[in-house]
């Protein structure tokens, strides 16, 4: 086993820190989601650590819940966008040809429109629930999965060793599974870490627009859009959930450096 | 390497260079790539410095111009220029130096000119900037240094852009960039390595002409000791940055003292005695023309040649005659237009798809770059193991004493098994890459350049392993190599590839031998040979001919 | 015979037009894969069957679905794009004002941060590993971290509440002198800049990065040229394809940046006006921002792609 980064043991920790607050909410949070506990805006105190919110609730506790939701649609969102995207992505690079080209020429055509307009345009006329944000959130996004696995493994597809694996009569499950897939695998597992990212900034700026995750359910840009009256009187009640934005987004980013860096020198997969 | 009182040219003494490494995962470390290199080149002589990839020759060319790539830095010894020692110099006196006194001739010269700026301007830039000369003086300087060295149109050439002229082209220009600024020493790495043979005969010809004519300097780098012959007084041999052996091209290729320099001299010594043509081919190639997909244009044009059992046919072509395309057509990659494949008298479909599995297992591949011919996550045992479970359903203890057996084979211990392609040198990578084809026992392995990756030494125990295992398997081999030393060292029979066609073809006793047609002529007569005032006679020869006509 | 580039042009100039409609369709389309209709969605569960009616009749949907791309896509073309629902406001009127307004933050926003991603992309780059370099590499990281709406509030917290330096609303009128409108915008503008500062001067690193890495750099090196005459001369024109799509790019990213910060801001632009409607579910509104921002990316991407063509040596001078 390498020596791990200390860089990467910092991201590490706080995305593992978040993830099991995100699990644990129900017994992290020391008081309801949706429980009016106090005075509007109170102070940081030790019965509020992070003070009240605009309506006198605990803003620790919607914290903690809010991560819940926000990470969880997040994660959602990532797995669809992977699945769909590297399926469709690999698929398009071994049989290329016109089920290559269909794809690719709607996908490009998907992008010609940014995503956040093309969400804007589709939640218009869609309920706004949880799991239609996760659907176009990860549909829109499995556009950008589906370019770099078709990418990587239109690369590795022209390999020798590819060439060899096919001139050998092997069929196209191992070629893919056994040949591609484990040479693919660090730049997607990488890049499976901003599209993360990308995600939580994308849900958390739906619901800060009001688009997103709708009351009573808490989730980080909710929170923000709640507290935004604040600033104006000096209140960072709304700032908070910028620092958590920020710090997972960070430490997410650290981790995937590692990834990448760490299999981008090959030695078999093995830590030597 | 006569002393005198005048400074030389350029005088290097106990050179030392040395450059950060930083490993992926590990702390940054000290490497030294050159050490205790001590050398001289006169004025208006030519010293050779030859050595295997990695031996320090460029670093050393380079050093010439205090200049070292990416972190290399020069950590010991001094370096006269004109008597003048440049490691003194800071960085505005070395900017003086560079493109003034001494200038540099790079390997790739497509890549080495700027894509966006016309050639004369590139050419003429160094000296006026250098205020060496006005642009007036500078431009017919280029034009008379354009016909020197034989480019057509020498007055309008230089309005081009790198683009639209051809490679070896460039390189005469890259030399007239050069010699432009009337400099002292010009340092040519590699002018002709990337060049085909008859491109470089032509272009080596030209430098030669131009050294001698301006009466320059020069450091000639290069791998190949036939080449450096041609154009060097004096040679020095480098390995692992260190100095071999220094002495005068005519005792360094005659009477070469170590045994590496020796080696070197003796390369290809394989002697291979030719076999008669079996009754029984094992493969027949009948009229086959071919095109890649959406290119109308043939790349084989109407090829038959047959190979008999046990037995090796090489293929020998310059880059784009066809010989690997010939490859891709017998392993079923790209199916041909036209004529058939009969191997062992059953037809070979066409197409990949359409050929069973004993199809595939008797016509196995041995690829020119072997790192990238494996699979970098699977080990050695399993990349030797696949195609005994795939072909022969092999498992557990059997599988595993098969895969030991072949390792045994290819001079390799038990002790490989588990590593991966990453922690290998490249010779042993073309060795497993070799067991990895005999694990299917096949009848016929097809070899794509198969030791032009490699440096000669190791290429020379490559052919000799190859030889040693069709006398013991009888295994033919088909042999795609544009190198004719490899050639004359292992084929049973050739086949002369040229612009997709077969232009000569039979036993090598008589495709090697006089009379030759125009193309073979040219082909091998362009071939290096080593000894001195080889070029010059090549040449006569060549310009007799041409009167004669 | 037309010379390749005017040909290579024209086709790009084709395939944008193409790409355009098949995103006009895809807007189109977008608004219309709901299971029930449009009605249904735009009046909610509560509707009664005649108001239902009324508005289907009033949005045409009695119609065939092509019918009514057709015609929504003819008077796009004529500039007619439709009256709002909420309103009934005619849409490309409301719209003209605010696009100005928009094409205004973005333009002041683009001002300052094209040149600043370029010369800290170029310090960056000849401070490479150094000081300076991991300096504004980890600077920028944390601002491409943050989404914008959050960094417009951390600066409106510290810059207009607690510092009181700028204002935190961004309401401007045509009456207002250019200085004005230039001081009301100032906090949108920076956050913008700072948001796409990030991105386009990491790019902008990477592709001077590739350039300077070259062999003919090293050839101009070893001509003893000076360092500037070698950025200026040798460098520069083979990076302006490179870094003119890197530019390009971002202001595409920026017109999305622009909806959020409009929104912050309450700045009267099309991001407000665009999020304004989503909410009412006025769907005639939807699609024509959507088809002026899909029209404005696909433009700025065709823009790049032409440059790159027109600074391509091999394209201008073929053999």
Same mark, same amino acid.
């Given at each position: 086993?390498?020596?791990?980064?200390?860089?990467?043991?910092?991201?590490?920790?706080?995305?593992?820190?978040?993830?099991?607050?995100?699990?644990?909410?129900?017994?992290?949070?020391?008081?309801?989601?949706?429980?009016?506990?106090?005075?509007?805006?109170?102070?940081?105190?030790?019965?509020?650590?992070?003070?009240?919110?605009?309506?006198?609730?605990?803003?620790?506790?919607?914290?903690?819940?809010?991560?819940?939701?926000?990470?969880?649609?997040?994660?959602?969102?990532?797995?669809?966008?992977?699945?769909?995207?590297?399926?469709?992505?690999?698929?398009?690079?071994?049989?290329?040809?016109?089920?290559?080209?269909?794809?690719?020429?709607?996908?490009?055509?998907?992008?010609?429109?940014?995503?956040?307009?093309?969400?804007?345009?589709?939640?218009?006329?869609?309920?706004?629930?949880?799991?239609?944000?996760?659907?176009?959130?990860?549909?829109?996004?499995?556009?950008?999965?589906?370019?770099?696995?078709?990418?990587?493994?239109?690369?590795?597809?022209?390999?020798?060793?590819?060439?060899?694996?096919?001139?050998?009569?092997?069929?196209?499950?191992?070629?893919?599974?056994?040949?591609?897939?484990?040479?693919?695998?660090?730049?997607?597992?990488?890049?499976?870490?901003?599209?993360?990212?990308?995600?939580?900034?994308?849900?958390? $700026?739906?619901?800060?627009?009001?688009?997103? #995750?709708?009351?009573?359910?808490?989730?980080?840009?909710?929170?923000?859009?709640?507290?935004?009256?604040?600033?104006?009187?000096?209140?960072?009640?709304?700032? #908070?959930?910028?620092?958590?934005?920020?710090?997972?987004?960070?430490? #997410?980013?650290?981790?995937?450096?590692?990834?990448?860096?760490? $299999?981008?020198?090959?030695?078999?997969?093995?830590?030597? | 390497?006569?002393?005198?009182?005048?400074?030389?040219?350029?005088?290097?003494?106990?050179?030392?260079?040395?450059?950060?490494?930083?490993?992926?995962?590990?702390?940054?470390?000290?490497?030294?790539?050159?050490?205790?290199?001590?050398?001289?080149?006169?004025?208006?002589?030519?010293?050779?410095?030859?050595?295997?990839?990695?031996?320090?020759?460029?670093?050393?060319?380079?050093?010439?111009?205090?200049?070292?790539?990416?972190?290399?830095?020069?950590?010991?010894?001094?370096?006269?220029?004109?008597?003048?020692?440049?490691?003194?110099?800071?960085?505005?006196?070395?900017?003086?130096?560079?493109?003034?006194?001494?200038?540099?001739?790079?390997?790739?010269?497509?890549?080495?000119?700027?894509?966006?700026?016309?050639?004369?301007?590139?050419?003429?830039?160094?000296?006026?900037?250098?205020?060496?000369?006005?642009?007036?003086?500078?431009?017919?300087?280029?034009?008379?240094?354009?016909?020197?060295?034989?480019?057509?149109?020498?007055?309008?050439?230089?309005?081009?852009?790198?683009?639209?002229?051809?490679?070896?082209? /460039?390189?005469?220009?890259?030399?007239?960039?050069?010699?432009?600024?009337?400099?002292?020493?010009?340092?040519?790495?590699?002018?002709?390595?990337?060049?085909?043979?008859?491109?470089?005969?032509?272009?080596?010809?030209?430098?030669?002409?131009?050294?001698?004519?301006?009466?320059?300097?020069?450091?000639?780098?290069?791998?190949?000791?036939?080449?450096?012959?041609?154009?060097?007084?004096?040679?020095?041999?480098?390995?692992?940055?260190?100095?071999?052996?220094?002495?005068?091209?005519?005792?360094?290729?005659?009477?070469?003292?170590?045994?590496?320099?020796?080696? /070197?001299?003796?390369?290809?010594?394989?002697?291979?005695?030719?076999?008669?043509?079996?009754?029984?081919?094992? /493969?027949?190639?009948?009229?086959?023309?071919?095109?890649?997909?959406?290119?109308?244009?043939?790349?084989?044009?109407?090829?038959?040649?047959?190979?008999?059992?046990?037995?090796?046919?090489?293929?020998?072509?310059?880059?784009?005659?066809?010989?690997?395309?010939?490859?891709?057509?017998?392993?079923?990659?790209?199916?041909?237009?036209?004529?058939?494949?009969?191997?062992?008298?059953?037809?070979?479909?066409?197409?990949?798809?359409?050929?069973?599995?004993?199809?595939?297992?008797?016509?196995?591949?041995?690829?020119?770059?072997?790192?990238?011919?494996?699979?970098?996550?699977?080990?050695?045992?399993?990349?030797?193991?696949?195609?005994?479970?795939?072909?022969?359903?092999?498992?557990?203890?059997?599988?595993?004493?098969?895969?030991?057996?072949?390792?045994?084979?290819?001079?390799?211990?038990?002790?490989?098994?588990?590593?991966?392609?990453?922690?290998?040198?490249?010779?042993?990578?073309?060795?497993?890459?070799?067991?990895?084809?005999?694990?299917?026992?096949?009848?016929?392995?097809?070899?794509?350049?198969?030791?032009?990756?490699?440096?000669?030494?190791?290429?020379?125990?490559?052919?000799?392993?190859?030889?040693?295992?069709?006398?013991?398997?009888?295994?033919?081999?088909?042999?795609?190599?544009?190198?004719?030393?490899?050639?004359?060292?292992?084929?049973?029979?050739?086949?002369?590839?040229?612009?997709?066609?077969?232009?000569?073809?039979?036993?090598?006793?008589?495709?090697?031998?006089?009379?030759?047609?125009?193309?073979?002529?040219?082909?091998?007569?362009?071939?290096?040979?080593?000894?001195?005032?080889?070029?010059?006679?090549?040449?006569?020869?060549?310009?007799?001919?041409?009167?004669?006509? | 015979?037309?010379?390749?580039?005017?040909?290579?042009?024209?086709?790009?100039?084709?395939?944008?037009?193409?790409?355009?409609?098949?995103?006009?369709?895809?807007?189109?389309?977008?608004?219309?894969?709901?299971?029930?209709?449009?009605?249904?969605?735009?009046?909610?569960?509560?509707?009664?069957?005649?108001?239902?009616?009324? =508005?289907?009749?009033? =949005?045409?949907?009695?119609?065939?679905?092509?019918?009514?791309? =057709?015609?929504?896509?003819?008077?796009?073309?004529?500039?007619?794009?439709?009256?709002?629902?909420?309103?009934?406001?005619?849409?490309?009127?409301?719209?003209?004002?605010?696009?100005?307004?928009?094409?205004? =933050?973005?333009?002041?926003?683009?001002?300052?941060?094209?040149?600043?991603?370029?010369?800290?992309?170029?310090?960056?780059?000849?401070?490479?590993? *150094?000081?300076?370099?991991?300096?504004?590499?980890?600077?920028?990281?944390?601002?491409?971290?943050?989404?914008?709406?959050?960094?417009?509030?951390?600066?409106?917290?510290?810059?207009?509440?607690?510092?009181?330096?700028?204002?935190?609303?961004?309401?401007?009128?045509?009456?207002?002198?250019?200085?004005?409108?230039?001081?009301?915008?100032?906090?949108?503008?920076?956050?913008?800049?700072?948001?796409?500062?990030?991105?386009?001067?990491?790019?902008?690193?990477?592709?001077?990065?590739?350039?300077?890495?070259?062999?003919?750099?090293?050839?101009?090196?070893?001509?003893?040229?000076?360092?500037?005459?070698?950025?200026?001369?040798?460098?520069?024109?083979?990076?302006?394809?490179?870094?003119?799509?890197?530019?390009?790019?971002?202001?595409?990213?920026?017109?999305?940046?622009?909806?959020?910060?409009?929104?912050?801001?309450?700045?009267?632009?099309?991001?407000?006006?665009?999020?304004?409607?989503?909410?009412? *579910?006025?769907?005639?509104?939807?699609?024509?921002?959507?088809?002026?921002?899909?029209?404005?990316?696909?433009?700025?991407?065709?823009?790049?792609?032409?440059?790159?063509?027109?600074?391509?040596? *091999?394209?201008?001078?073929?053999?």
């Amino acid at each position: 086993m390498s020596r791990i980064p200390l860089s990467a043991l910092i991201g590490l920790f706080f995305t593992g820190l978040y993830f099991m607050g995100a699990i644990f909410a129900p017994w992290l949070a020391p008081y309801g989601m949706a429980e009016i506990v106090g005075d509007t805006w109170e102070p940081w105190s030790a019965k509020h650590l992070l003070g009240t919110d605009t309506i006198g609730r605990d803003l620790l506790s919607r914290m903690i819940w809010g991560g819940q939701t926000t990470i969880f649609v997040a994660t959602a969102a990532t797995a669809l966008s992977f699945i769909t995207g590297s399926i469709l992505g690999f698929t398009a690079a071994v049989s290329g040809g016109w089920i290559d080209q269909a794809l690719s020429r709607f996908v490009d055509l998907i992008m010609s429109i940014p995503a956040l307009i093309f969400a804007l345009v589709v939640l218009s006329v869609m309920p706004v629930t949880l799991p239609i944000l996760i659907l176009v959130m990860g549909l829109l996004d499995a556009t950008r999965v589906f370019r770099l696995s078709r990418a990587v493994a239109v690369d590795i597809n022209v390999m020798d060793y590819v060439e060899a694996a096919r001139l050998r009569g092997e069929g196209t499950a191992w070629i893919i599974f056994r040949e591609i897939l484990p040479n693919a695998l660090s730049p997607l597992v990488a890049e499976m870490g901003l599209r993360f990212i990308f995600m939580v900034l994308f849900i958390s $700026t739906l619901s800060f627009l009001g688009l997103g #995750v709708q009351p009573p359910l808490a989730d980080w840009g909710g929170i923000v859009k709640e507290n935004r009256e604040g600033i104006i009187y000096g209140i960072p009640a709304a700032l #908070v959930p910028a620092f958590a934005i920020a710090t997972l987004a960070i430490s #997410v980013n650290l981790v995937a450096d590692w990834v990448l860096n760490r $299999t981008s020198s090959l030695k078999g997969g093995r830590n030597v | 390497m006569s002393e005198s009182t005048d400074p030389a040219a350029l005088e290097i003494t106990g050179l030392r260079i040395e450059a950060t490494a930083f490993p992926p995962g590990e702390k940054p470390r000290n490497i030294v790539l050159v050490q205790d290199v001590d050398l001289r080149v006169e004025k208006g002589k030519v010293l050779g410095l030859i050595g295997e990839s990695g031996a320090g020759k460029s670093t050393i060319g380079l050093s010439a111009m205090a200049y070292g790539r990416g972190g290399v830095r020069i950590s010991g010894g001094q370096i006269l220029l004109n008597g003048r020692d440049i490691g003194t110099l800071g960085a505005v006196g070395l900017r003086g130096l560079r493109g003034a006194e001494v200038t540099y001739v790079a390997q790739s010269a497509a890549a080495a000119f700027n894509p966006a700026l016309r050639l004369m301007d590139q050419v003429i830039e160094a000296s006026l900037r250098h205020r060496l000369m006005t642009r007036t003086e500078a431009e017919a300087r280029a034009v008379t240094l354009f016909g020197k060295l034989g480019l057509p149109n020498p007055e309008t050439i230089g309005r081009r852009y790198p683009h639209q002229v051809s490679g070896g082209q /460039l390189q005469r220009v890259m030399t007239a960039m050069a010699l432009c600024p009337k400099p002292d020493l010009v340092v040519f790495d590699e002018p002709t390595t990337a060049l085909d043979v008859t491109t470089q005969i032509d272009v080596l010809a030209a430098i030669k002409d131009a050294i001698r004519d301006t009466g320059v300097a020069a450091l000639y780098i290069t791998h190949d000791l036939a080449v450096v012959a041609q154009v060097s007084d004096d040679i020095m041999v480098l390995r692992g940055g260190k100095m071999v052996e220094y002495g005068t091209t005519q005792q360094i290729i005659t009477a070469p003292k170590q045994d590496y320099t020796r080696a /070197l001299v003796s390369v290809r010594s394989i002697e291979h005695a030719e076999k008669p043509p079996a009754d029984q081919p094992v /493969l027949r190639v009948e009229g086959i023309t071919a095109r890649y997909p959406g290119v109308p244009l043939d790349v084989l044009k109407n090829i038959t040649v047959s190979l008999s059992g046990g037995q090796t046919l090489a293929i020998v072509g310059e880059s784009g005659s066809g010989k690997s395309t010939l490859a891709r057509a017998i392993t079923g990659l790209l199916p041909p237009l036209k004529g058939r494949m009969v191997f062992k008298d059953r037809a070979l479909p066409a197409r990949l798809a359409d050929r069973d599995q004993e199809d595939l297992r008797e016509i196995q591949m041995i690829y020119q770059m072997a790192d990238v011919a494996m699979n970098p996550r699977q080990t050695v045992g399993t990349i030797v193991g696949r195609p005994l479970s795939l072909y022969f359903g092999m498992e557990g203890a059997q599988k595993q004493a098969r895969i030991l057996e072949l390792l045994d084979a290819i001079e390799m211990g038990a002790g490989f098994i588990d590593r991966y392609p990453a922690e290998l040198s490249g010779g042993q990578k073309q060795r497993v890459c070799i067991a990895r084809a005999l694990a299917a026992k096949p009848s016929l392995i097809i070899c794509d350049e198969v030791t032009s990756a490699l440096d000669p030494l190791v290429a020379d125990g490559i052919l000799r392993l190859l030889l040693d295992l069709q006398a013991l398997e009888g295994v033919a081999y088909l042999f795609i190599t544009h190198d004719i030393a490899t050639v004359r060292a292992i084929a049973d029979s050739i086949a002369v590839m040229h612009r997709g066609q077969v232009v000569r073809y039979g036993p090598k006793s008589q495709v090697l031998n006089p009379p030759f047609d125009d193309y073979t002529d040219l082909l091998l007569s362009s071939v290096p040979e080593m000894q001195t005032g080889w070029l010059e006679s090549v040449r006569s020869a060549r310009r007799i001919e041409s009167a004669g006509n | 015979m037309l010379h390749p580039v005017v040909t290579l042009i024209a086709q790009r100039l084709a395939l944008g037009i193409l790409l355009l409609w098949a995103a006009s369709v895809l807007i189109f389309v977008g608004t219309q894969i709901l299971p029930g209709d449009v009605a249904q969605s735009i009046l909610g569960q509560s509707a009664t069957p005649t108001s239902l009616a009324n =508005l289907r009749q009033e =949005l045409g949907l009695n119609e065939p679905a092509l019918t009514r791309y =057709l015609s929504w896509l003819g008077n796009a073309l004529q500039g007619d794009l439709g009256v709002a629902l909420t309103n009934k406001q005619d849409i490309a009127q409301a719209m003209s004002k605010r696009l100005g307004n928009t094409l205004f =933050l973005a333009f002041c926003a683009a001002l300052i941060s094209v040149p600043s991603a370029i010369i800290l992309g170029l310090i960056a780059v000849r401070y490479q590993g *150094r000081w300076p370099d991991k300096l504004i590499s980890g600077v920028t990281l944390a601002t491409v971290s943050v989404p914008e709406f959050l960094l417009a509030y951390i600066l409106t917290f510290f810059l207009a509440v607690k510092l009181r330096l700028l204002v935190s609303l961004s309401t401007i009128h045509d009456s207002m002198s250019l200085g004005d409108k230039l001081y009301a915008i100032a906090l949108p503008v920076l956050v913008l800049v700072l948001v796409v500062l990030g991105h386009m001067m990491r790019m902008t690193r990477a592709a001077i990065l590739n350039v300077m890495q070259s062999p003919y750099i090293e050839t101009a090196e070893l001509k003893g040229l000076r360092p500037f005459w070698i950025i200026a001369r040798h460098a520069f024109p083979n990076a302006i394809a490179p870094v003119v799509n890197v530019v390009m790019l971002n202001m595409a990213y920026l017109i999305v940046g622009v909806v959020v910060v409009e929104v912050v801001f309450v700045y009267p632009g099309m991001g407000q006006y665009l999020v304004d409607h989503v909410s009412k *579910r006025d769907v005639p509104v939807v699609q024509a921002c959507g088809l002026v921002f899909a029209a404005i990316y696909i433009g700025l991407n065709l823009l790049a792609d032409v440059i790159s063509i027109l600074s391509n040596p *091999r394209l201008r001078h073929p053999k």
